[in-house]
């Protein structure tokens, strides 16, 4: 069923990235429509909220544009969440002392599903108690609150109070939900390609961002577990989700080794080079003529397969990127490397590496091969969770 979310806008200056929010939600999957303040129309126009989610934005001028129905009851009834993005200072007070004075504010109190709150706003507004005890008393009520970031605010300084990066709100969206589905669950994660040193400025290295393994990251906190992220990139994530960076496939084995014993479910969507240069040069490498030059490499450890190999309680995914026989390939490598699953996904001609959207097949050993089909990382992230607790169960 294709999940409708209401996008309620208030008036901060985070509203200029809403346009782009909305349209990764609807390659997600979802439907959008759209409720904006006043104070918000100063910052985006209803035209681009309304071109983006495909649908007429509900305004205060708009509210009885049709008279046959009241037009924030009509939202309220289609939404099955409701996001308040960015949400000021003054609309989460009036939301926690129930006023209903305009569009957004109306529609959400005649709204009985899932509530979610992504404040924005100056970090002096933002740790005043009067805010705090707002928020707090809007979570004892049932809202689920993405708390903003610490980052550079439109002030000119760096402080709390700025809009989490886009991804990590729709992780929030993707996964919210009353009970989290990891909740009490140690979650391990590898993320981006490792970099094998030539010399100080060059590099062995792929084309994998980190994308796919930071959205499982992220969708696992959201979902209550307690994550921890081996990376080699620089991807935005949820608060509490613990990141160790790392270059070299060597180093990304040690991190992976320090954190296997405490993890539930362990997830490689780390690249890892299969192979290191077997010297690494401390100064750069200079031309040496027109002979070519031949590098000499040796193996890289395989992380999951020894994971595999030593596994006790944990559930242990790989991931396989292939470019031909996807498939094939994959179940070979399932078998090979004892995992409990294998997520294949097509790589390179723009798909997998780098892309916004995936599209995978997820295969176990005992049950047929389960694709989910093209859509956000966030969204696949999801996927693959939830059918790892269907496993699991
Ligand atoms: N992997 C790993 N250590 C390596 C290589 C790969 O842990 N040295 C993990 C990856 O994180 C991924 C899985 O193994 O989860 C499969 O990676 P892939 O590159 O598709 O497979 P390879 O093992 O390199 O096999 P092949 O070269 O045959 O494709």
Same mark, same amino acid.
């Given at each position: 069923m294709t999940q409708h979310i209401g996008v309620m806008v208030t008036g901060?200056? #985070?509203?200029?990235k809403v346009p782009l929010l909305i349209r990764s939600l609807i390659r997600g999957g979802a439907e959008v429509r759209v #409720?904006?303040?006043?104070?918000?129309? #100063?910052? %985006?126009? #209803?035209a681009t909220l309304a071109t983006v989610s495909k649908h007429s934005v509900l305004t205060d001028a708009r509210e009885f544009a049709?008279? =046959?129905? %009241? =037009?924030h009851v009509a939202l309220a009834h289609w939404m099955d969440q409701a996001v308040v993005v960015p949400a000021t200072a003054n609309t989460i007070a009036k939301l926690a002392a129930g006023l209903a004075d305009n569009v957004v504010t109306t529609t959400l109190l005649a709204? !009985? !599903?899932?509530? &979610? /709150? %992504?404040p924005a706003m100056n970090d002096q507004m933002w740790v005043n108690p009067q805010t705090q005890a707002n928020v707090a008393h809007l979570r004892d009520m049932g809202w689920q609150v993405l708390p903003p970031a610490t980052g550079f605010l439109a002030e000119g300084y760096a402080a709390v109070g700025r809009m989490p990066d886009l991804p990590v709100i729709e992780a929030f969206i993707a996964t919210a939900q009353p009970e989290p589905f990891l909740a009490g669950q140690t979650v391990l994660i590898t993320a981006g390609g490792t970099r094998e040193r030539l010399d100080p400025v060059r590099y062995i290295g792929n084309d994998s961002s980190g994308k796919m393994g930071t959205a499982l990251a992220n969708v696992a906190a959201a979902a209550g577990a307690q994550v921890t992220l081996v990376t080699t990139g620089d991807q935005p994530v949820l608060p509490g989700v613990t990141v160790i960076s790392v270059t070299t496939a060597q180093a990304m084995q040690t991190a992976v080794q320090a954190a296997f014993a405490a993890a539930d479910v362990v997830i490689m969507a780390a690249a890892v080079a299969d192979y290191r240069p077997k010297y690494t040069a401390t100064q750069k490498l200079k031309k040496t003529g027109d002979a070519g030059l031949? /590098?000499?490499l040796v193996q890289n450890p395989d992380i999951l397969a020894g994971l595999g190999a030593t596994k006790t309680h944990q559930f242990v995914v790989g991931f396989a990127a292939e470019t031909n026989d996807v &498939? =094939?390939? =994959?179940t070979a490598k399932l078998a090979r490397k004892h995992v409990d699953m294998l997520v294949a996904n097509r790589v390179g001609d723009g798909h997998g590496f780098n892309a916004a959207t995936n599209q995978v097949t997820l295969l176990t050993p005992d049950q047929a091969p389960v694709s989910v089909p093209e859509a956000s990382k966030v969204n696949v992230a999801a996927a693959i969770l939830r059918h790892i607790q269907q496993v699991r169960a």
């Open positions: 901060g200056i #985070a509203a200029y #409720a904006m303040t006043q104070a918000a129309e #100063a910052f %985006v126009t #209803a049709e008279p =046959a129905h %009241v =037009a709204f !009985g !599903g899932q509530k &979610l /709150l %992504v031949t /590098l000499e &498939l =094939a390939n =994959a």
